[in-house]
């Protein structure tokens, strides 16, 4: 798209032969790993303004819910109506200004608590792959993890993205889906765990086929993220060693081989 850098890849993540991919991790970004919402909100109000040359005077709280569903609420609550063209154009647009402000990610935005501690102490369980699924379209995910140096573990391939008109079970599925393909592993609720802080992810993970450890780091209390069915709340990331005791626990059943 144009203007918007080229989302890395995970080519350069490579696992040996001895060890076969056998447990999924996917991470939710928002709140859960980093927090760039004034960033974000600059970025939209651009997007809005590029796309309907209107200034954007009401955007749609996020909720855990994807870019796709954020740009059709946003336009509804503006007085817009919303045609074919205008999510595509959108997500371009959204792009584009959130590449633009690429430099003030890590000065106006904040890593979570034990966020590069947990991914990297999750890396070094055996037979895991780690991605994203998240509400963030695909390249602005890839420059919120970058900005913060926490882009090392993630395979990029295999998420689940923003730009995706799916739920988010089903993208979590999809994640499943590609996972499989590219680590020959077929992944289940046995193998896979989503890490996220929205009632919405842990809906996702019942829904679709994950278990789930809930951080209460966004604005999902405790008991909520119980209720909606965690398997695990924990306040934040700041102890990585229980985040990998609870994925290795949580991936126990997961399969010996590929």
């Keep these: 798209m144009g203007g918007?850098?080229?989302p890395a890849t995970s080519s350069a993540i490579r696992?040996?032969?001895?060890?076969?991919?056998?447990?999924?991790v996917l991470w939710n970004i928002d709140l859960t790993l980093v927090d760039v919402t004034i960033v974000a909100r600059d970025a939209y109000a651009e997007a809005f303004r590029q796309v309907t040359g209107r200034p954007l005077v009401k955007l749609a709280p996020a909720m855990g819910r994807p870019d796709s569903e954020i740009i059709f609420?946003?336009?509804?609550?503006?007085?817009?109506?919303?045609?074919?063209?205008?999510?595509?154009r959108f997500i371009e647009a959204l792009g584009t200004s959130f590449a633009a402000r690429r430099h003030r990610l890590a000065e106006a935005g904040r890593m979570m608590p034990g966020a590069k501690d947990a991914l990297a102490g999750v890396a070094?369980?055996?037979?895991?792959a780690q991605s994203v699924l998240t509400g963030t379209i695909k390249g602005n995910a890839v420059l919120k993890l970058d900005a913060f140096a926490l882009a090392e573990h993630i395979d990029f391939e295999v998420g689940g993205y923003g730009e995706e008109v799916y739920p988010k079970a089903t993208?979590?599925?999809?994640?499943q889906g590609r996972a499989r393909a590219k680590y020959g592993t077929p992944f289940t609720k046995a193998n896979t765990v989503l890490i996220g802080d929205s009632t919405?992810?842990?809906?996702?993970a019942a829904i679709g086929?994950?278990?789930?450890?809930?951080?209460?780091?966004?604005?999902?209390?405790?008991?909520?993220?119980?209720?909606?069915?965690?398997d695990l709340v924990l306040p934040d990331l700041a102890n990585p060693s229980e985040v990998v005791a609870a994925v290795a626990r949580l991936t126990q059943n997961a399969p010996a081989t590929r």
Excluded: F, Y
Aim: hydrophobic residues 40%; aromatic residues 0%.
């Design 209 to 230: 086929g994950a278990a789930m450890i809930a951080v209460a780091s966004g604005r999902s209390t405790d008991a909520e993220l119980r209720e909606a069915g965690a």
């Design 171 to 175: 993208l979590l599925q999809v994640a």
């Design 124 to 128: 070094r369980l055996d037979g895991a």
């Design 15 to 24: 696992h040996p032969p001895e060890a076969p991919i056998n447990r999924l």
């Design 73 to 88: 609420e946003t336009l509804a609550i503006n007085g817009i109506d919303a045609g074919d063209d205008h999510l595509p």
């Design 4 to 6: 918007r850098p080229r």
């Design 200 to 204: 919405r992810d842990a809906q996702a």
